[in-house]
């Protein structure tokens, strides 16, 4: 039903800034909430953070917060996660999500029905 499509990833080193966006399309207008997961091979999908269809609310998890900055641009039917200070733990391939409930940030990955391919963000040190 909707289509996403991340972008923005790259090699990056230690303290480094990088912005992901995630496009969507197939269905303009819908009021889903979107989020960030991230996952390396060995483990599984971990929450980033989510922002509500109006961006009226957000939640991060403990590991990025005051680092991470999602926000949404819904004229444009785009998410973004700015990523500041970046660290080596945070490499991992970065997946964006819709949630059809638009009214709710949810860090559990089975509440979203749409995910993207995913953008590879890797960061040395």
């Known amino acids: 039903q909707v289509q996403l499509v991340e972008s923005g990833g790259g090699l990056v080193h230690a303290g480094d800034s990088l912005r992901l966006s995630c496009a969507a399309s197939?269905?303009?207008?819908?009021?889903?909430?979107m989020g960030w997961f991230r996952q390396v091979p060995a483990k599984e999908r971990e929450f980033v953070a989510a922002?509500?269809?109006?961006?009226?609310?957000?939640l991060y998890a403990d590991s990025v917060k005051g680092r991470f900055t999602i926000s949404r641009d819904n004229t444009k039917n785009t998410v973004y996660l700015q990523m500041n200070s970046l660290k080596p733990e945070d490499t991992a391939v970065y997946y964006c999500?819709?949630?059809?409930?638009?009214?709710?940030?949810?860090?559990?990955?089975?509440?979203?029905?749409?995910w993207g391919q995913g953008t590879q963000v890797t960061v040395s040190s």
């Open positions: 999500a819709a949630d059809p409930w638009g009214g709710r940030t949810s860090s559990r990955s089975y509440t979203y029905n749409s």
């Open positions: 197939g269905r303009t207008g819908s009021n889903y909430a």
């Open positions: 922002i509500t269809s109006s961006s009226g609310s957000t």
